[in-house]
C-alpha cells in the first residue's frame, strides 16, 4: 500500500477497504494529464519563487523520465498506489530524492484530480471530433454519387415521397455537423484551470494561477474554489453529446439493419463488415450495426450514473466523484470504437440502386404529386387529395402503380387530367421538382454538396 497521508493514523488500512478506495486501476489512463499538470504547476512555483530554478529543473526532469518510462513500458503503475496522483509523486521522491517532496507544495488531489479529468476530456472531445469528420467525409461522398439515386421517403416506415439517396444521408450528415458543434461548445464552457483551489478553498501560497493556467492552455483560472474542485458539468455535457452521437448513430444503424434485410435489399454490406451464423450458411448478418444500436445503452448509462451520482453531493469534495471515471471512460472507448466501425461499415457499403428506385415506384410515393398536378390546374387541394386517394385504390385493387393507369381511368376520377400526368407523376419529376431549400431537388441538392464541401475543407484546416 503506497499512500500520502499516513501521518495522522496509527493501524494500516484494511486491505478491503483501501482496494474499494483505491482508483488506480482506472485512474491510471490520467497519467500523462498529471504529469503535464505537475509540470506546469512546478514551473508556476518556480516562477513565484516558490521553488528554486534548480529544484523546478529536477522536478521537471523527474517527471519527464517517469513520462517516458510509463511510455516505453519500463514503468508499470500497478495496483501498490492508490491512485495515479500518489503513483507519479511517490516514483519522483523515489527517483530524484527529497527535492520530489515538493511537487504537491499548495495543490490538492482535489484540484489536481479536477485538472487532470479537464485535460483528459479536452483531448478527448478533439479525439472524437476527428473522427466524426472521417465520417461526414465519407457521408459526403456517398451524396455526391448519388444525387439522382431515386429512393422512396418514409414516415412512420411506410413509403411517403420520392427522395435520393444523397438527401437522406444528407440528413445525417446535418445530425452529425450539429455533433461536432456541440463539442466545440462544451469546450468552449470548460476550458478553465481549476489548479491552485487546492482541497476547497484556495491556498495561503501566492499561487499565479494566471500563468498556470496558460502554460496548459486554458483561457485562464476558474473563478471560485469551491466550485473548481466540485464541478463535474463538462463530464455530463460531454456524456450527453456522446449519447447524441450513439442516438444519430443508432438510428442510422436501425435504417442500416432495414435496407440489408431480405425484404428491402437497398444496401449490402461488404463481408469485411458482417459476420455469419453458426448454423444458418446463408446468412450475412449486420452484427456491427445492431451491436452500435446495441452498445447506446450503455453510453446512455454512463451518462444517467453520473448525473445520479452527482445530484445529492454538497460542497465541495466527495469521494463519491471519484465515480466519474468509468463511466465516462468505457463510454469513450465505446463511443471511439464505434464511430470508428460505422465509418467503416458505411464507406464499405454498396447500394443497390435499382431495387431503391423501384421501391420508390412500387409505394404510391407521388400519389401527393397527383394532387399537386390537379392543384395546379385549378382543382382545390382537398378535393385533389380525396380524387388521388381513390386513384390509389383503384391501383390496390388491380395491384398496379398509379403510372400504370390508362389516361381514362385517371379521367374516370377527374376530367382535368390529361396525357402530361405521366410525366408529372415519374420518380425522377417527382424529385426533380422539390426545389425549397433543403429538398431532394437537383438543383437545390448541389447547393447543399457545395456547402458541404466548403465546410469539410474549412474544418479540415481546422483540425
Ligand atoms: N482518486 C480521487 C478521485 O478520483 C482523487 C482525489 C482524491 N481526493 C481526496 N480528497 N481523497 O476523485
Not at 495543490?107 to 469528420?133: C, F, P
Not at 484551470?193 to 498556470?212: F, I, K, Q, V
Not at 502554460?215 to 455530463?236: A, C, E, H, Q, W
Request: proline share 2%; aromatic share 8%; charged share 30%.
Amino acid at each position: 500500500m503506497a499512500q500520502l497521508w499516513g501521518g495522522r493514523f496509527t493501524k494500516e488500512t484494511d486491505q478491503m477497504v483501501y482496494e474499494f478506495n483505491a482508483s488506480i486501476l482506472f485512474d491510471k489512463r490520467l497519467y500523462k494529464q498529471d504529469i503535464k499538470g505537475s509540470m506546469a504547476h512546478v514551473k508556476m512555483l518556480a516562477k513565484v519563487g516558490i521553488l528554486t530554478e534548480k529544484e523546478c529543473d529536477e522536478i521537471l526532469n523527474g517527471l519527464v523520465g517517469i513520462l517516458q518510462d510509463v511510455e516505453q513500458g519500463n514503468l508499470k503503475i500497478t495496483a501498490e498506489y492508490e491512485d495515479i496522483h500518489s503513483f507519479v509523486e511517490a516514483n519522483l521522491i523515489e527517483r530524484i530524492g527529497e527535492t520530489g517532496k515538493k511537487l504537491h507544495t499548495g495543490r490538492s488531489r482535489n484540484d489536481q484530480v479536477a485538472l487532470d479529468m479537464r485535460l483528459y476530456i479536452r483531448d478527448e472531445l478533439k479525439r472524437t471530433d476527428g473522427l466524426l469528420l472521417e465520417l461526414l467525409k465519407v457521408l459526403a461522398r456517398i451524396m455526391e454519387e448519388n444525387l439522382d439515386t431515386l429512393m422512396p421517403g418514409f414516415t412512420h416506415l411506410q413509403k411517403a415521397q420520392p427522395v435520393t439517396l444523397a438527401h437522406h444521408v444528407g440528413a445525417y450528415f446535418e445530425m452529425f455537423k450539429r455533433d461536432r458543434l456541440r463539442l466545440e461548445d462544451i469546450c468552449r464552457r470548460m476550458n478553465y484551470c481549476p489548479l491552485g483551489a487546492g482541497a476547497l478553498a484556495g491556498t495561503t501560497y501566492p499561487l499565479d494561477r494566471e500563468y498556470t493556467a496558460e502554460l496548459l492552455g486554458f483561457y485562464g483560472p476558474t473563478k471560485n474554489s469551491m466550485d473548481s474542485v466540485s464541478d463535474r458539468d463538462y463530464v455530463i455535457e460531454y456524456l450527453s453529446a456522446l449519447c447524441t452521437v450513439m442516438m444519430h448513430l443508432s438510428r442510422f444503424s436501425e435504417e442500416i439493419i432495414i435496407w440489408n434485410s431480405n425484404e428491402y435489399r437497398f444496401v449490402e454490406l461488404d463481408d469485411a463488415y458482417s459476420t455469419g451464423s453458426s448454423i444458418m450458411p446463408q446468412k450475412k448478418n449486420p452484427d456491427i450495426a445492431e451491436l452500435v444500436r446495441g452498445k447506446t445503452g450503455r453510453v446512455y448509462g454512463a451518462l444517467m450514473g453520473l448525473l445520479t451520482t452527482m445530484k445529492g453531493l454538497p460542497l465541495a469534495y466527495n469521494k463519491d466523484m471519484q465515480e466519474d471515471k468509468e463511466g465516462v471512460f468505457d463510454a469513450i472507448d465505446t463511443v471511439t470504437t464505434c464511430i470508428t466501425l460505422f465509418t467503416g461499415m458505411v464507406d464499405t457499403m454498396k447500394f443497390n440502386r435499382q431495387v431503391m428506385e423501384d421501391s420508390a415506384k412500387n409505394g404510391f410515393t407521388n400519389a401527393t404529386d397527383v394532387a399537386d398536378y390537379l392543384v395546379n390546374r385549378g382543382v382545390p387541394f382537398r378535393d385533389a387529395h380525396g380524387i388521388s386517394g381513390r386513384l390509389v385504390l383503384k391501383c390496390i385493387a388491380q395491384d398496379k402503380a398509379l403510372d400504370d393507369l390508362s389516361l381514362a381511368e385517371f379521367q374516370e376520377e377527374s376530367a382535368v387530367f390529361e396525357a402530361d400526368i405521366y410525366e408529372a407523376i415519374s420518380m425522377k419529376t417527382c424529385v426533380e421538382k422539390r426545389l425549397t431549400l433543403g429538398a431532394p431537388g437537383e438543383t437545390v441538392m448541389r447547393q447543399v454538396l457545395e456547402e458541404n464541401r466548403t465546410y469539410l475543407e474549412e474544418a479540415e484546416e481546422n483540425a
